[in-house]
């Protein structure tokens, strides 16, 4: 059974950087390599939005336009494993940041979450 688990969320002041990071495992490199990957963010009281997507050759790479020249994505498929390093963060920032692997033709798998906060 495909498992994401995130790490790198924390408390973090106004300006200040993060490097998330999730991890894949129970299924093989050839597998994770036809994965679509993406970031998503949950903050209270609002619906989870898509922040960052990357194709399976780490190619096709979108972000939404709040994060535009802040983040970015990238993908070790030989460590099972997807990036989002975060700089000049904001307040709004603030939120639950959540993996997703897109299988070809199968449901999304996604992961439990890592906290993110920006204040002073």
């Known amino acids: 059974q495909v498992q994401l688990v995130e790490s790198g969320g924390g408390l973090v002041q106004p300006g200040g950087s993060l490097r998330l990071s999730c991890a894949a495992s129970?299924?093989?490199?050839?597998?994770?390599?036809?994965?679509?990957m993406s970031w998503h963010r949950q903050a209270p009281g609002k619906e989870r939005e898509l922040v960052a997507s990357?194709?399976?050759?780490?190619?096709?790479?979108k972000y939404d336009d709040s994060v535009k020249g802040r983040f970015t994505i990238s993908r070790h498929n030989g460590q099972l494993t997807v990036y989002l390093e975060m700089n000049s963060l904001k307040p709004e920032d603030t939120a639950v940041y959540y993996c997703?692997?897109?299988?070809?033709?199968?449901?999304?798998?996604w992961g439990q979450g890592t906290q993110v906060t920006v204040s002073s």
């Open positions: 997703k692997a897109s299988p070809n033709g199968g449901p999304p798998v």
């Open positions: 990357i194709g399976v050759g780490g190619g096709n790479i």
């Open positions: 129970g299924l093989a490199y050839s597998t994770f390599t036809s994965y679509a």
